[in-house]
């Protein structure tokens, strides 16, 4: 809605949605540049290139054959995971974690949906959208990027987290996440909790 293409350029649509466009912009830059910190970081997926080109940015990243874990999920019909399924998926997304926290970095945005089981049974974590260095009182993503059932507490500050987030943000997402597996149900999003 604030992009176009014109030929091979592309740009804002109108002088309405250019700080918009130059958000955007700017976010898929921030996002392209924490993937490559992590290029030898197993279960983590590979971006090879940033470059700017056509008045945008481009990514080449890893082409991951597979599926993600939530589909992965609904295949079974809700079925659970019986607890060592649900480490096979979890532990290898833990040692990225580890990786990634030394780096000061959270990823944000944990979920089903961002982990990638290949045809090998590897897991690879996905979209680094909303990464950002933890510890820095500085907005981060709107409240309607999260996904509540796997979104920690203080994802939900007004100021959209900030210095109130770090390593323990991303592990209440890895909580969410083994809750749903072994139970089959998603937990009480984080607000309601609060709210109640």
């Known amino acids: 809605q604030w992009a176009e293409r014109e030929g091979v350029f592309a740009g804002s649509r109108s002088s309405e949605t250019l700080e918009a466009y130059r958000y955007g912009l ?10 490559a910190k992590f290029i030898h970081v197993d279960h983590v997926v590979t971006a090879y290139d940033i470059f700017m080109e056509n008045d945008t940015a481009y990514l080449v990243m890893e082409y991951i054959c597979g599926k993600n874990i939530e589909r992965e999920f609904q295949k079974r019909d809700g079925k659970p995971y019986r607890p060592r399924e649900a480490a096979e998926i979890l532990i290898p997304l833990l040692e990225a974690l580890e990786e990634i926290h030394k780096q000061k970095i959270i990823h944000g945005d944990l979920s089903l949906g961002n982990l990638m089981r290949t045809p090998k049974g590897d897991v690879i974590l996905i979209d680094f959208g909303a990464a950002k260095e933890y510890g820095i009182d500085r907005p981060n993503c709107s409240l309607s990027f999260l996904k509540p059932d796997y979104a920690a507490p203080e994802q939900f500050h007004p100021r959209g987290g900030g210095a109130d987030e770090g390593p323990w943000t991303d592990v209440y997402a890895v909580g969410a996440m083994l809750y749903f ?6 937990p009480a999003d984080a607000r309601s909790r609060m709210e109640a």
């Open 26 to 35: 700017s976010s898929f830059l921030k996002e392209a540049k924490i993937t």
């Open 181 to 186: 597996l072994i139970t089959g149900h998603k």
